[in-house]
């Protein structure tokens, strides 16, 4: 969910001025406070955990141990694992399918099935996830079902996300640049066949990195199962840890595996949208956090909104839409890494250009005279949008 | 329709909910206190401060809320002995409450983070130029833009936090909404279907107004320029 384009560790940034060597000193000396603070609150958490009040050594090997051991893994973390990815797998797959179509409902010109869709799409983010598990699990034991945490895990989760991705579908049509829906019906195409051969597909690109994000939001959702008796990575490190009476030491297992995974998937959702920016025209960027307003009618993407790419993906014309962050007219995107050049308009690359050359070539100068026109025709070769780059 | 109707005076579902919004308010307050305070950190000049946030930040975001829900009371509470009340009602809500700041407060570092791309950059080199220092830039000039701008995630958050305190039901909290629920439907299972509706369109009715108010919100404090 991490946003991608925003550095993390910026050693320059421009909140603050470069220190001086008073500065560093500082700087220097709050480094090692803070570290030392940091280690005293560590050290008291492990002082919790070997000593806690009329308990047992939490740091003792003897529970390490059983949380840790082969038998841990074959017999609970894996088989836990496995049930956790199964869920989490068919869930995503559901959720696109739902939401690609619910997107897609809620864009279509017959305005019966735009509501619909509407209703079913606002509904399914409104109610908590664990609700909708709860009320299935009854309702599919009752209905005799087999395995009915399983498919409550999973269709509890298709109905939350899938939501989530139709908004995410709606808003990469709502991105995209107002000449594409124009060029296709020049084209003679209808408004759905526009929508369905056009639009939804540049969409769907643009969704990718976002539904990946979704993917760590679904995989850390299927720990609920285990509130309903799914027996996923949660429930099974419960039940070793009842065995064992080790359940701190399990659980610790159990986070860390989560954490691993999902870390990993949100370097992937940070990796992809420079791989799909080249496949739309509209803003590959995921949202920091999934959903976005509810029942706000424009529903773009803040972060995307605020920022703007420099390239132009297809090599289309400069866009005109979302150069403003919405209702705020910001415009400059990624502040913290770009240089601020004086007198630079993106609306209109030229003027600055040409400002500046008024005060370069000097009358009756020949030498200055020939550098301008060589300046010129090298400039006209270079189309605007890697010129502002440089 | 008359059992169903029997059922509201049977069990108390607006005080259910009522323990939600609880939940949800003290979780809002203290994530706030402590988001406010990560996004200090990790905008600060030093370098330190700044990978525990991220740390911090990291951590949390990537863990699902239910594990650390079920830390809390069987981890913290069972084995470390730290209680916040000798009532297990009591203890159990406010350890609850405890893990959703937790967990909550790093998804509003983010927001708050977020809405700090949306200030220019015009606007901190010309509190550099003023001469003022790293705090005071960063109170009276980046925060107040930079939280104006951030409505919008920090509503979904808060949004997020509402849904989320059903999962106080893995921390024991047992009057809280989906519990009841559950036994509700266990004890009335005919009714299954009017339930999970009445439950949900709380939620519905919850959520849309605050939705809508963050929308208006957003729009109305954005920063015009």
């Known amino acids: ?390 | 329709m008359n059992a169903f109707a029997q059922l509201f005076s049977q069990y108390d579902i607006p005080g259910a909910f009522l323990v939600n919004i609880e939940l949800t308010l003290w979780s809002a307050l203290f994530s706030t206190i402590l988001g406010v305070m990560l996004l200090l950190m990790r905008i600060s000049p030093i370098s330190s401060l700044r990978r525990i946030a991220r740390g911090y930040v990291e951590l949390f975001k990537n863990m699902p809320l239910t594990i650390i829900m079920v830390f809390m009371v069987l981890g913290v509470y069972a084995q470390l002995k730290l209680s916040f009340s000798t009532t297990f009602a009591t203890n159990f809500f406010w350890l609850a409450i405890t893990g959703l700041s937790l967990y909550t407060a790093a998804f509003v570092c983010e927001s708050l983070r977020s809405g700090i791309n949306t200030v220019p950059i015009g606007q901190a080199e010309a509190a550099r130029a003023l001469g003022l220092n790293f705090w005071q830039a960063a109170t009276q000039v980046i925060l107040p833009q930079a939280i104006r701008g951030s409505v919008a995630p920090l509503g979904n958050t808060f949004i997020a936090l509402l849904k989320n305190s059903t999962v106080a039901a893995a921390a024991s909290v047992a009057t809280e909404t989906s519990t009841m629920m559950s036994e509700m439907i266990e004890y009335h299972a005919d009714l299954i279907v009017p339930i999970f509706l009445t439950f949900a369109f709380g939620y519905v009715i919850l959520i849309i107004p605050f939705g809508a108010l963050t929308t208006y919100l957003s729009n109305k404090l954005a920063v015009r320029r």
């Open chain 1, 1 to 390: 969910m991490a946003n991608a384009t925003t550095n993390n560790d910026t050693d320059t940034s421009v909140l603050f001025d470069a220190p001086g060597p008073r500065g560093r000193q500082r700087i220097r000396i709050a480094n090692v406070v803070a570290i030392v603070i940091f280690a005293i609150i560590l050290v008291l958490i492990f002082m919790r955990l070997h000593n806690p009040p009329e308990g047992e050594n939490q740091l003792a090997w003897d529970l390490w141990k059983p949380a840790l051991d082969a038998e841990a893994w074959t017999d609970f973390y894996l088989p836990g694992l496995w049930m956790t990815v199964k869920a989490a797998f068919v869930a995503v797959i559901g959720s696109v399918a739902f939401g690609i179509l619910f997107g897609v409902g809620r864009l279509l010109p017959a305005a019966p099935v735009r509501w619909v869709s509407a209703v079913i799409v606002e509904f399914c983010r409104a109610v908590p996830v664990l609700m909708m598990m709860i009320f299935f699990w009854r309702l599919f034991a009752f209905m005799g079902m087999e395995d009915p945490a399983y498919w409550s895990v999973v269709l509890g989760l298709v109905l939350y996300n899938g939501s989530v991705v139709a908004e995410l579908v709606r808003s990469g049509v709502g991105n995209l640049p107002n000449g594409q829906h124009e060029a296709a019906l020049a084209l003679g195409l209808t408004r759905t066949q526009s929508l369905m051969q056009v639009e939804v597909p540049q969409a769907i690109y643009a969704m990718l990195p976002a539904a990946v994000t979704q993917l760590v939001v679904v995989l850390k959702d299927t720990a609920l199962g285990s509130i309903i008796m799914y027996t996923d990575l949660l429930q099974e490190s419960r039940r070793l840890g009842s065995m064992y009476f080790n359940i701190l030491q399990t659980l610790v297992v159990a986070a860390v595996i989560y954490f691993v995974l999902c870390w990993l998937l949100s370097r992937l959702a940070e990796w992809l949208p420079s791989r799909m920016q080249r496949h739309t025209a509209a803003p590959a960027e995921p949202e920091v956090v999934a959903p976005i307003a509810i029942m706000d009618p424009s529903n773009v993407n803040q972060i995307a909104v605020a920022k703007e790419s420099g390239e132009l993906p297809r090599g289309g014309a400069p866009r005109t839409y979302h150069e403003h962050h919405r209702g705020s007219n910001a415009s400059i995107h990624e502040w913290q890494k770009t240089r601020y050049m004086q007198g630079y308009d993106e609306k209109h690359p030229d003027v600055a250009r040409q400002r500046h050359r008024l005060d370069v070539p000097l009358p009756g100068v020949p030498g200055a005279r020939k550098n301008r026109d060589e300046d010129e025709s090298h400039d006209d070769e270079r189309p605007d949008g890697q010129e502002r780059k440089a």
